[in-house]
């Protein structure tokens, strides 16, 4: 059986559409985020957490229907492979733009997820300074190989460049 170029263009088509759809409301989710990851609403944080899960999960089934799609027709799973499907696929190289394009609103996801990231890190840290007043100890809590527990360890310099 073989399958014909119009076909498998049609079908990445509808792949890379799907994708840039689900990228653009990923966008808008990790948008949404900064705010609600900077405020203390657990509720909101949990719900849009689940939103942007469920699209990662999506994107992942997606990436992996191009994946299969490619090795099924012998041209490999990594980029070259990929490159050389939408060569044969689609000549007039649409595809190809439409995946740049794709690849490019991953790259603002990807910034994004990264900066929400960054500002949970540092709540997290203000709280474990803040448990750290409250126990009246200065160092953070450290267990040795042996999982026996040390605490106020004390700062040590580890040497100078």
Same mark, same amino acid.
């Given at each position: ?87 044969? !696929? ?5 595809? #190809? =733009?439409?995946?740049? &394009? $794709? @690849? ?6 990807? *910034? ?26 200065? !160092? ?5 190989? #042996? =999982?026996?527990?040390? &605490? $106020? @360890? ?6 100078? *460049?």
């Amino acid at each position: 059986m073989s399958l014909a170029r119009t076909d498998v263009r049609q079908h990445l088509d509808k792949i890379l559409s799907e994708e840039s759809q689900l990228l653009a409301e990923l966008q808008a989710v990790l948008e949404s985020e900064t705010g609600i990851v900077s405020s203390d609403d657990a509720d909101a944080i949990a719900r849009i957490g689940n939103n942007r899960q469920r699209c990662v999960d999506r994107l992942t089934r997606l990436g992996q229907e191009r994946n299969d799609t490619s090795r099924m027709l012998s041209f490999g799973s990594d980029a070259a492979g990929l490159d050389r499907l939408f060569e044969w !696929a689609d000549p007039s190289r649409t595809l #190809r =733009a439409r995946w740049s &394009a $794709n @690849l490019e609103l991953a790259r603002r996801c990807k *910034a994004l997820n990264d900066r929400n990231g960054a500002i949970v890190t540092a709540k997290l840290d203000r709280v474990q300074q803040l448990l750290r007043k409250l126990r009246g100890t200065h !160092a953070p809590v450290v267990y040795s190989a #042996r =999982a026996s527990r040390y &605490a $106020n @360890l004390g700062s040590r310099d580890l040497g100078c *460049a």
